[in-house]
C-alpha cells in the first residue's frame, strides 16, 4: 500500500519521490554536524541551505517577514520557495540585508541575533551552525543563480512508516535529498515537519516523533524544496490487530479493503444494521427522501435474501435520486443565482436549466466524464449556426416544452456564465475545486503548503481560462446583426437594467430577443496577479505536469477535458469517487473531500485506488459506483459501536451519525406530516420538493419565507465560495427552535387534506380541534357548543342537501363553509360519542379511559416520522399520552410533534 | 471531525495553546496585540446596535451640508445648529440635533464600491468583499465572541430588525442572526418566529409535549457522550426549551410592555418601533440588534423624498434611540453605529425637474455613538463640495477596528475559514483614537 501510493506521488509531481530505507552511501551528513567546527570553510548553497534555514528559524512565517506586508520593511516568500524573491530581497539596494564585503555586518546576521533590536526576538547565538551557515553563504559571495535552480529527484525517509503501541514512544525520521546530479544529503533538520493528528503523534523541528494519548492512524508531513510527503503514523487500539484479529465477514472487495486496514489498527467493524435502520438510511443518503410508511412495512415483511439490493435498484430508478444528486452536483458545480443575473433575459432561468440539464442526465446514467464535459466545453451556438438562429433557438427553450428542449441541450453553458468567476485566477481555483477536488487558491499568493504548486504553476494553469468569454452581445460582425435586432424590437435606445427590463417583456410576448452568449477565443497570458496580456499564449503546463501546446483555432478546454477524462489523471475520477463515498460515510476517504492534497492523503488507499480504478473501467458509470459502495456491509454496518471502534471517524468501522442536508431535512418534515396519499405524491413527483429547487445563494437563503427559511435554517449550500463548507451540516439552536415551534412546522403538520394529522381526523371523524393550529385564531379554541348544536347542524344538513337539489352551487358552498365553521370550533355534533369511546380497563387503574385504535395511530406515526416500528415501551407512553389528551387529534399531534422532535428523526443513523 | 489547517500547517484548534512560544517562537502578532490590550481592557461596549440604512443616504442633505457650495451641489436644505457648538447638521434632523451631544460624526468615510450588494457588505462587515470569500457580518462576530455556546441564555444573542444584510459567513451559520421578519406596529401584540409561542400554544401544552420528548428521545443515550453533534443537539434542545417557554424571552419582545412616556419619543413610525424594540431587546441580555431602515436610494427626487419621507422618521426614532438609551443608563455599555453603504454624489443630477443624487462611495458619512465614544465630536472632514474626504480620509475597515475596540474584541485576532485559510476580524483598519478621546 505504501509504496504504491508513494509512486503515484512520484507520476504526479513529474519527479519521484520515493521513500526507501536510508541507505548512508555518500551522503553528505546534515548541516548542524559540518557546521558544528567553528573554523569550517563550505560555501553553503542558497537554494538547499540558506532558504530552508530561514523556514526552520521561523523568519518566513506568516506572522514574521513572511507576511504580505513583510515585517520591518523586509519580506520574505511564505514558505520560502520563490528564491529569485528573496534573493532580491537581501539584496534591496535601498536597505541591503547582506554586505559581502563585512559580512559579519549583514543584518541578517546582526538582527536575530539580538533580541533588543528584532523585532522577532533572539532566533539564533552567534555561536551556533546557523550563525555559521549563513555567515559563511555572505562570506563566500552571497549567490545564488536564479537560471539554474537546482532540481530535487525525491527525498528518502526512514522509516518509510511507523507503528506505535505506548504513548510517549518516539521515532527519528531522517530525511535525505536526492537531486538530480546523483548529491544526496541529509537535510533532517531543515525539513518542515507537521502532523495531520498531534492526539496520534506529536513531531518536532528535528522529525523527532512521539505517539500522544490517541490510537488510530495518522500521517506526519514531510516538506523540503519543492517535495511534500505523509508518513503513515499507527497506533492500534487493541489487542487484537493482526494475527489475533477475529474473523469477520466481508462479502465484497469494499469490505476487504476496508477490513484490511481496520486489521492493522485493530479495530473490529459493528455488527450488520437492521433492515429498518438500513432502508432509512439508504432513502437518505441515496433518493434524499424518507420512505413513506408503507415502504418501510413492505420492507420489513419481505423476506426474500437479496432485499437490500433489490431496493437499491429499485430506489436508483426513483425521480428523486437525480434530483438529489443534482443537487449535490449543483452545488461543487456552483449553481448560483446571484451570481446568474443578468445572464439572461428571462429571470432564474439559467440556474433552472442548469440544475435541470444536470437532473435528466442523473436519470439517463450518463457517464460522468461526458456529463463534467457538457459543462466544461460548453457552447452557446452550435457549430455554422448563425446568431438569429441561436436566438430564436434560445426563445424557443424558454417558451413551452422547456424540459423537452433542456434534454436535447447538448451542452450547459452557465458554468461559465457566473459574474464573479469570469476572471482566469478565480475560474482557476473553481475549476479545480469542482472537477478536480483540489484547493489551489493558496498557490495564488505562495508555493501551495500541502503540495507541489508554486505561483508560476498557478498562473499558467489560470492562462487555460482566458480562452473562455461570456457575454451581453457578440463579437464581430455579430455585432451588427444584434443592433439589428434590438432596432427591430424597437429597443435599440436602451441601456442596462432598463434594456434587460423590455427584453423580458418582449420574450414573454413571444418575441425572438437576442440571448448573451458563451464563445472561446485564443488563451492569453496569465501573470502572477492574474491579469492576461494582450498576446495569445503558444503553451502552458497544467499545474506544472502536462505542458500543453495550443494551435490557432483550438478550443483551449479541450485539452484540458482530455487530460481530465485520461486514465491517467490523478484528480479527476477520485475526486468524484471520494464525494460519492462521503456522501455515505460522513467522511470522505481523502477529508475534506475537496481537499486532495499531497499534505492530506487518503485514510485508506487501496480502497480509493481500487474504486477509481472500477469507476474508470466502467466508464464513468456514476450507478456502478453508487452500487459498489452501497451493496457492501460496510455501508449497511449499524451505528453503535463496540470498545475497539467507537473512537474510530475515518476507517468506516461504523456508521457514523450524522444531521440530515437541508433540504433532505425540510422535505422529511413535509413527508412525516403527509397522508399516505400525499406521502406518494412527493415520491413520485419532485413538484414542491425541496431537493428539486435550483437556485442557491446566501441572497435566496436569506428571503426569509416559507420556501427559503428552513433550506436556511438547516445549512443549504449558498455556493459562494468553491468549498465544501458553503454546505452546514452542524446542529444550531435555531434549528431545535425551528423543529419545536416554527410556524412551518405548525403548518405542515396541520395542514388540510394533504396532512396525516387530518387524515387521522377524517378517518376517526375526530374534529381537528385543539392547540397549535397553524391558521387558528381566537376562535380556534374549543368553546362549549350552543344547546341547539346538534339541532342546529341538522337543519344545516337538510338546507345543504336541499340547496344541492335546486343546483345552487354558491349556496351549498357556503353552507359548506359554514358546516366548516362550526366542525372546526365545536367538533362535529356528535363528537361526544365519537371522541371519547371509554372503555372500562378495570385491569389498569392509571388508564382513565382509551382512544380505540391508538396503538395503529402511534405505529404510523413511527413509521412515517422513524421509519420503524415503536417499541412496547415508546407505544405505551405514546398510547398513554393520546389517552390522557383531553383532545384525542391533539393527543395524536403531540406524539407527532415529539417524534419529529427526537434526535433519531432528524440524525440519520 | 475535519482537520483545518493554516497555511503554516498549524491546526485550528493546536492554535490556542501554540500561542507565543510555539514551534515559530514569538509570534509578533501576539505582540502587537498585547500593545492593544490595555485599550481593550479599557472599553465599555457590551451590546450593540447597528442601524444599517440601504440605499445609501445623502451625506450633503443630512450630516455633512456645504452651504457655501455652488448650487448644483448644495441642495435646497440649509444647516441648523446642534446642542454642541460648532456642529450644524441638516434642519430636516431636528431632534438629532438637540442630541448631539450623544454621538460622534464621521465625516470624509471613503471607500471605492459603488454597487448596493458590494458595498454593503464592505460596511457591514469591515472588509473589502472578496469573492472567494464570505465575511461575517459584526453581529456574528460579536456573537461569537460575546457569548458562551454553553451558557443557557433565554433570549437569542443576536436579533434583526426585520432582516440584515449581516450574514454569519463562514463562521457558519450557528451565528446567524435570528431575523424577526416583521417591525412591530403600535398597540399590536408582536412576536417573532420559532421564539414566542404562537398558535394558541400554552407553556402548560408545550411543557406536556416536551416532557413525552424526554421520554422517547432515548435512542442515542449510550453514544451521545462520544459523539459531538448529539451532544451539541442535547445543548440546544435545553436552550430551545428555555427560550420558547420564557416568560423573560416573550417579554424582550414585547414592547408594548414599555411606559407609554418612554414608548412615544419613538415614533409609530416601522424605524422608530424598531429602534424602540432593539433598545428593549440590548436591556433584556441581546447582544445585538440590527435595525435596517432603507429608501435612501434618491437618484430621483431626491429633496422630497428625503424631506417628507425618510428624514422625519429618521429623525425621531434614531433620536430616541439615543436619547432612550442614555435614559435607561444602557448607553454606556451599547455601541451605536450607524451607516448606509455609500454617500451620494455631490453634484445633483438633472433628470427629473427636481434633481436626485447617484451612488457615491468615496465621500459618506457615519455616526457612532456609546460604549466610552466621546459623543458630541465631528471626526474627519470633507472638501469644500464634499466630493472627497480633506484629509487621508477614514475608511469603512477604520471604523469597524474603532468599533471593535469599543466592544472590547480584538480586530486582528485570527480565525480559520472552512478551507483553513487564516483571515483577521478586521484586515486593514486602525482604530481612530479619537474617538474615545
Given amino acids: 500500500m505504501k509504496s504504491r501510493f508513494l509512486i503515484f506521488v512520484g507520476l504526479m509531481m513529474g519527479l519521484s519521490l520515493i521513500a526507501v530505507s536510508l541507505e548512508a552511501v555518500d551522503t553528505v551528513p546534515p548541516l548542524p554536524s559540518r557546521f558544528s567546527d567553528a573554523n569550517i570553510d563550505e560555501v553553503p548553497d542558497f537554494q538547499k541551505h540558506v532558504v530552508p534555514l530561514l523556514s526552520r528559524l521561523g523568519c518566513n512565517g506568516r506572522a514574521c517577514h513572511g507576511s504580505f506586508q513583510g515585517r520591518g520593511d523586509f519580506r520574505l516568500s511564505l514558505f520560502g520557495y520563490d528564491f529569485a524573491a528573496d534573493f532580491k530581497e537581501l539584496n534591496d539596494p535601498d536597505s541591503p540585508r547582506i554586505d559581502t564585503a563585512d559580512s559579519e555586518d549583514s543584518l541578517l546576521l546582526t538582527m536575530p541575533t539580538d533580541a533588543d533590536i528584532h523585532g522577532g526576538g533572539k532566533r539564533f547565538d552567534p555561536a551556533g551552525w546557523e550563525y555559521r551557515v ?33 504513548t510517549g514512544e518516539a521515532e527519528q525520521l531522517t530525511v535525505v535529498a536526492v537531486w538530480q546530479d546523483g548529491l544526496r544529503e541529509d537535510v533532517t533538520p531543515l525539513v518542515r515537519f507537521t502532523t495531520n493528528d498531534d ?35 499507527l497506533r492500534a487500539v487493541g489487542k487484537l490487530a493482526g494475527r489475533r484479529y477475529p474473523k469477520v465477514e466481508t462479502p465484497t472487495r469494499v469490505d476487504e479493503l476496508v477490513v484490511e486496514k481496520l486489521r492493522k489498527l485493530g479495530i473490529v467493524p459493528a455488527a450488520l444494521s437492521t433492515d429498518a435502520e438500513f432502508l432509512r438510511r439508504l432513502s437518505l443518503d441515496l433518493t434524499g427522501t424518507l420512505p413513506t410508511a408503507t415502504a418501510v412495512e413492505d420492507f420489513l415483511a419481505d423476506t426474500s435474501k437479496d432485499k437490500r439490493s433489490k431496493k437499491i435498484d429499485a430506489l436508483l430508478e426513483t425521480p428523486a435520486y437525480a434530483a438529489w444528486w443534482a443537487t449535490k452536483l449543483c452545488d461543487f458545480t456552483g449553481n448560483n443565482d446571484q451570481q446568474l443575473t443578468n445572464t439572461s433575459p428571462v429571470r432564474n432561468a439559467p440556474g433552472e436549466i442548469w440544475y435541470r440539464w444536470i437532473e435528466q442526465r442523473l436519470a439517463k446514467n450518463m457517464p460522468y466524464d461526458e456529463l463534467a464535459a457538457g459543462i466544461i466545453l460548453a457552447t452557446s451556438r452550435k457549430p455554422n449556426q448563425s446568431y438569429v438562429d441561436y436566438c430564436k433557438e434560445m426563445t424557443e427553450l424558454h417558451g413551452d416544452d422547456r424540459d423537452h428542449k433542456i434534454s436535447q441541450m447538448e451542452t450547459m453553458p452557465y ?27 493558496c498557490a495564488q499568493c505562495h508555493k501551495h503548503p500541502f503540495d507541489v504548486w508554486s505561483k508560476q504553476d498557478f498562473a499558467e494553469f489560470s492562462s487555460f481560462f482566458s480562452g473562455v468569454v461570456f457575454g451581453n452581445t457578440p463579437v464581430g460582425e455579430d455585432r451588427t446583426v444584434y443592433q439589428n435586432m434590438l432596432k427591430d424590437l424597437g429597443i435599440s435606445k436602451l441601456r442596462g437594467g432598463e434594456l434587460r427590463r423590455e427584453l423580458t417583456n418582449k420574450i414573454r410576448a413571444g418575441e ?23 498576446s495569445p499564449l503558444q503553451e502552458a503546463s497544467i499545474l506544472g505536469g502536462n505542458v500543453v501546446r495550443f494551435e490557432r483555432g483550438q478550443d483551449v478546454r479541450e485539452p484540458l477535458m482530455q487530460w481530465l477524462r485520461s486514465k491517467e489523471n490523478p484528480y479527476f475520477a477520485k475526486a468524484f469517487v471520494n464525494r460519492v463515498w462521503a456522501n455515505y460515510f460522513n467522511v470522505g476517504i481523502v477529508d475534506p473531500p475537496d481537499d486532495l492534497s499531497l499534505a492530506n492523503p487518503p485514510s485508506n488507499a487501496a480502497l480509493l485506488d481500487y474504486l477509481t480504478q472500477g469507476f474508470l473501467d466502467h466508464d464513468f458509470d456514476i450507478k456502478w459506483l453508487q452500487r459498489e459502495i452501497i451493496n457492501s456491509r460496510t455501508y449497511q454496518l449499524s451505528w453503535q459501536t463496540n470498545e475497539t471502534n467507537q473512537a474510530d471517524d475515518r476507517n468506516f468501522s461504523h456508521q457514523v451519525p450524522r444531521r440530515l442536508p437541508a433540504e433532505v431535512t425540510v422535505d422529511a418534515i413535509a413527508m412525516a406530516t403527509a397522508s399516505d396519499q400525499e406521502a406518494q405524491r412527493l415520491h413520485a413527483e419532485m413538484k414542491g420538493r425541496a431537493i428539486s429547487i435550483a437556485s442557491s445563494s446566501e441572497r435566496f437563503l436569506q428571503g426569509n419565507n416559507s420556501a427559503t427559511f428552513g433550506l436556511m435554517v438547516f445549512g443549504r449550500s449558498t455556493r459562494e465560495s468553491s468549498c465544501e463548507c458553503d454546505r452546514s451540516d452542524d446542529p444550531t439552536l435555531l434549528q431545535t427552535v425551528y423543529l419545536q415551534n416554527d410556524q412551518d412546522v405548525y403548518r405542515l403538520l396541520d395542514r388540510r387534506n394533504t396532512g396525516w394529522l387530518y387524515q387521522v381526523s377524517q378517518e376517526n371523524k375526530w374534529a381537528m380541534t385543539g392547540v397549535g393550529r397553524a391558521n387558528n385564531s381566537s376562535n380556534s379554541t374549543s368553546k362549549k357548543p350552543p344547546a341547539n348544536y346538534a339541532q342546529l347542524m341538522q337543519s344545516l344538513e337538510k338546507r345543504i342537501a336541499y340547496s344541492r337539489k335546486q343546483g345552487n352551487a354558491a349556496l351549498v358552498k357556503s353552507l359548506q363553509e359554514r358546516r366548516r365553521m362550526y366542525v372546526q370550533r365545536f367538533g362535529p355534533p356528535n363528537s361526544a360519542d365519537q371522541e371519547e369511546p371509554v372503555e372500562d380497563n378495570s385491569n389498569d387503574e392509571n388508564i382513565v379511559r382509551r382512544v380505540l385504535g391508538a396503538d395503529e395511530i402511534v405505529k404510523q406515526a413511527y413509521l412515517r416520522t422513524l421509519s420503524r416500528y415503536p417499541n412496547e415501551q415508546e407505544l405505551a407512553k405514546c398510547v398513554k399520552y393520546i389517552n390522557e389528551s383531553e383532545d384525542t387529534i391533539n393527543g395524536v399531534r403531540g406524539v407527532l410533534w415529539a417524534l419529529l422532535n427526537t434526535k433519531e428523526f432528524v440524525v440519520n443513523h | 471531525m475535519t482537520i483545518h489547517k493554516t497555511c503554516d500547517g498549524v491546526r485550528r484548534r493546536d492554535f490556542l495553546q501554540i500561542g507565543a512560544t510555539g514551534i515559530a ?25 447597528f442601524v444599517n440604512l440601504p440605499g445609501g443616504p445623502s451625506h450633503m442633505d443630512t450630516f455633512d451640508l456645504k452651504p457655501d457650495a455652488p448650487v448644483e451641489f448644495r441642495g435646497t436644505f440649509n444647516p441648523i445648529k446642534t446642542n454642541v457648538a460648532g456642529i450644524e447638521i441638516s434642519e430636516h434632523l431636528p431632534k438629532l440635533a438637540q442630541c448631539a451631544d450623544k454621538y460622534v460624526v464621521l465625516r470624509g468615510v471613503s471607500h471605492t464600491l459603488g454597487a448596493h450588494r458590494l458595498g454593503s457588505e464592505y460596511v457591514n462587515t469591515g472588509n473589502r468583499p472578496l469573492a472567494s470569500l464570505e465575511y461575517p457580518g459584526y453581529g456574528a462576530v460579536v456573537t461569537k465572541e460575546l457569548t458562551q455556546s454553553s451558557k443557557i441564555a433565554d433570549v437569542p444573542p443576536f436579533v434583526a430588525i426585520p432582516r440584515s444584510a449581516q450574514q454569519a459567513g463562514f463562521l457558519g451559520v450557528q451565528y446567524a442572526p435570528l431575523n424577526t421578519g416583521a417591525t412591530p406596529r403600535p398597540g399590536q401584540p408582536f412576536s417573532v418566529r420559532g421564539v414566542t409561542l404562537g398558535n394558541g400554544l400554552t407553556v402548560n401544552e408545550v411543557t406536556k409535549r416536551q416532557n413525552l420528548l424526554t ?62 424594540l432593539a433598545t428593549r431587546l440590548v436591556g433584556a441580555g441581546v447582544k445585538f440588534v440590527t435595525v435596517s431602515y432603507g429608501g435612501w436610494d434618491t437618484h430621483r427626487d431626491n429633496f422630497t423624498t428625503l424631506k417628507t419621507r425618510q428624514l422625519p422618521a429618521f429623525d425621531q426614532g434614531l433620536a430616541a434611540l439615543f436619547t432612550g438609551l442614555a435614559e435607561k443608563g444602557l448607553l454606556e455599555s451599547t455601541v451605536v453605529y450607524v451607516t448606509g453603504e455609500f454617500g451620494r454624489t455631490p453634484k445633483i443630477n438633472t433628470r427629473t425637474a427636481e434633481g436626485g443624487r447617484d451612488h457615491y462611495p468615496r465621500c459618506m458619512f ?46 486582528t485576532k485570527e480565525y480559520h475559514s472552512g478551507t483553513g485559510r487564516p483571515i483577521t476580524i478586521v484586515r486593514n483598519g486602525t482604530p481612530i483614537k479619537q474617538a474615545f478621546a
Avoid at chain 1, 512 to 534: C, H, I, Q, W
Avoid at chain 2, 26 to 42: F, I, K, P, R
Avoid at chain 2, 222 to 250: H, P, V, W, Y
Fill in chain 2, 215 to 276: 421520554d422517547l428521545d432515548t435512542v442515542f443515550k449510550k453514544a451521545e457522550q462520544n459523539n459531538q453533534l448529539l451532544k451539541g443537539m442535547n445543548e440546544f434542545d435545553k436552550q430551545a426549551r428555555a427560550m420558547i417557554t420564557s416568560k423573560a424571552a416573550r417579554e424582550a419582545f414585547d414592547i408594548n410592555r414599555e411606559p407609554e412616556s418612554y414608548a412615544k419619543k419613538f415614533g409609530t413610525t416601522p424605524f422608530g418601533m424598531s429602534c424602540l
Fill in chain 1, 199 to 233: 492526539v496520534i503523534a506529536a513531531v518536532d523541528e528535528n522529525g523527532l516523533i512521539t505517539a500522544g494519548s490517541g490510537t488510530g492512524d495518522t500521517h506526519v508531513v514531510v516538506a523540503y524544496d519543492k517535495a511534500v510527503v505523509p508518513i503513515p503514523v
Fill in chain 2, 366 to 411: 457615519m455616526l457612532l455613538a456609546g460604549g466610552g465614544i466621546q459623543g458630541g465630536q465631528v471626526i474627519g472632514k470633507s472638501d469644500a463640495k464634499a466630493t472627497a474626504p480633506a484629509d487621508a480620509g477614514i475608511s469603512p475597515d477604520d471604523v469597524a477596528a474603532t468599533f471593535y475596540q469599543a466592544m472590547g474584541i480584538d480586530h
Fill in chain 1, 415 to 441: 458554468y461559465w456564465a457566473r459574474r464573479e468567476f469570469r476572471n482566469p485566477p478565480e475560474r482557476a481555483i473553481s475549476f479545480a475545486y469542482a472537477f478536480m477536488g483540489i484547493r489551489i487558491q
Fill in chain 1, 512 to 534: 425572438t430577443v437576442p440571448f448573451p452568449m458563451l464563445y472561446t477565443r485564443a488563451p492569453r497570458k496569465v501573470d502572477e496577479n492574474g491579469r492576461s496580456s494582450g
Fill in chain 1, 134 to 166: 549563513l555567515h559563511n553563504w555572505i562570506q563566500g559571495g552571497a549567490a545564488f543563480d536564479g537560471d539554474n535552480v537546482a532540481k530535487l529527484t525525491r527525498l528518502e525517509i526512514s522509516p518509510t512508516e511507523i507503528q506505535f503501541s505506548a
Fill in chain 2, 25 to 49: 517562537g514569538v509570534n509578533l502578532a501576539g505582540y502587537l496585540s498585547m500593545a492593544q490590550a490595555d485599550e481593550l481592557a479599557a472599553s465599555q461596549g457590551k451590546n450593540a446596535i
